[in-house]
Nanobody, 122 residues
Framework: QVQVVESGGGLVQAGGSLKLSCAAS????????MAWFRQTPGKERELIAA????????YYEDSVKGRFTFSRDNAKNTVYLRMVSLRPEDTAIYYC???????????????WGQGTQVTVSS
């Protein structure tokens, strides 16, 4: 069983930056695929970034490409999402997720955090 816990959300003005963290428990963390999703009321959860545990390849959804950076520190069992040039439309609950198998840039993740709120004011 893997547990993931997000932190780092908050309120920021448009154009500002935030860094989300996701700490994961469990063995073989460095081989896990990791992902960040976000969700706003009335909308489906959206995959915005993913990181392959085997190759280190990254995926970014078009609206965040060039503004968000996904990284991991295997020594700390932690992944990060650095977000810059934030926009009001980035306001959402951000979820971290992990899985051991399959394709890293799809939606079928097995382990989920509780979410952290990011609010970007205009």
């Amino acid at each position: 069983q893997v547990q993931v816990v997000e932190s780092g959300g908050g309120l920021v003005q448009a154009g500002g930056s935030l860094k989300l963290s996701c700490a994961a428990s469990g063995r073989s963390f460095d081989t896990y695929h990791m992902a960040w999703f976000r969700q706003t009321p009335g909308k489906e959860r959206e995959l915005i970034a993913a990181l392959s545990g085997r190759t280190g390849l990254t995926y970014y959804e078009d609206s965040v490409k060039g503004r968000f950076t996904f990284s991991r520190d295997n020594a700390k069992n932690t992944v990060y999402l650095r977000m810059v040039s934030l926009r009001p439309e980035d306001t959402a609950i951000y979820y971290c997720a992990a899985k051991a198998t399959g394709y890293y840039a799809d939606y079928d993740y097995d382990y989920w955090g509780q979410g952290t709120q990011v609010t970007v004011s205009s």
